[in-house]
């Protein structure tokens, strides 16, 4: 007897889900992808015939992924990632002149980015070369989903902010390309106050630092935790010069033949916030 074998053709189909689309959001986080595989054949009467496997489900698995820019002054538009939303860093209108004592306030946007919902813990960086130690608050929308509110007491910060509690860390649903939603972007403040005694050309270089702990909070390992700093405002104290002089007449000498001397005290002071150099004083008597 002999034994006759004809080759098969086998074509397997996949259906499946596009995971990520050029300028789509990515598939959400828990979203099942089927699978199914078919072989097609023809037997030895050449006849087509074919057979369909049993179905694999994939589950999309959540990735962690943000963006944070300092704010160009554009309104994030929502949805999938628009260039005009953020400005590149180091953006100039962060780069800020103040006096001793002021209030600076500096905005961020914070975009998620990620497959699924996410909550961010926030904390400011100072710079090892900064020439003056100022004061930050961080303040965070307690709802994003509704518009920003007035700024009644003219303080830079919408009044329906509140100061960031690592205890309630703000949270945003995943970009999912919703054009107008605005919900998966969060603004940020910072305010920062000037110390009382800062000098003229002092620096201080102010950094939101931004990491999505989900996947910790979750009881995960952690490898999907993003990080992301260098997101920095430069502010730079006003040189503001300023010198007083004042002369007294200290004693008064009759010498008895009609003669005085008089000794006179002339002082110099530096009322400015900057070094005075080659001061001279000249007296026209």
Request: hydrophobic share 35%.
């Amino acid at each position: 007897m002999k034994t006759f074998f004809k080759s098969l053709l086998l074509t397997l189909l996949i259906a499946g889900a596009t995971l990520f689309a050029l300028g789509q959001a990515p598939t959400a986080a828990g979203t099942a992808i089927l699978n199914t595989a078919t072989a097609t054949f023809t037997d030895s009467n050449g006849t087509a015939r074919n057979s369909t496997s049993n179905t694999v489900t994939t589950t999309v698995q959540a990735v962690y992924s943000f963006n944070v820019e300092l704010d160009n002054g554009n309104t994030p538009s929502g949805g999938a990632a628009n260039a005009s939303d953020f400005s590149l860093n180091p953006d100039p209108t962060n780069d800020k002149t103040a006096n001793a004592s002021d209030t600076v306030v500096l905005e961020y946007n914070l975009e998620n980015l990620s497959n699924t919902r996410s909550t961010f813990d926030l904390a400011v960086g100072e710079d090892p070369a900064n020439t003056f130690t100022p004061t930050t608050v961080i303040w965070v929308d307690d709802d994003p989903t509704t518009p920003d509110a007035a700024d009644l007491d003219g303080n830079g910060i919408p009044d329906n902010y509140v100061v960031y509690n690592s205890a309630a860390k703000p949270d945003l649903p995943r970009n999912d390309g919703t054009s107008g939603s605005g919900d998966d972007y969060l603004k940020v403040f910072v305010e920062v106050q000037v110390p009382a005694n800062a000098l003229g050309n002092q620096v201080a270089k102010v950094d939101l630092q931004v990491t999505n702990d989900t996947a910790v909070a979750a009881g995960k390992t952690g490898v999907n935790v993003s990080y992301e700093n260098n997101n920095i405002g430069r502010i730079e104290i006003i040189e503001l010069p300023s010198i007083g002089v004042a002369k007294q007449a200290t004693t008064v000498t009759n010498n008895g033949d009609g003669t005085y001397d008089i000794d006179y005290t002339v002082t110099v002071e530096n009322f400015g916030n900057v070094d005075l150099s080659y001061v001279q004083v000249t007296e026209d008597l």
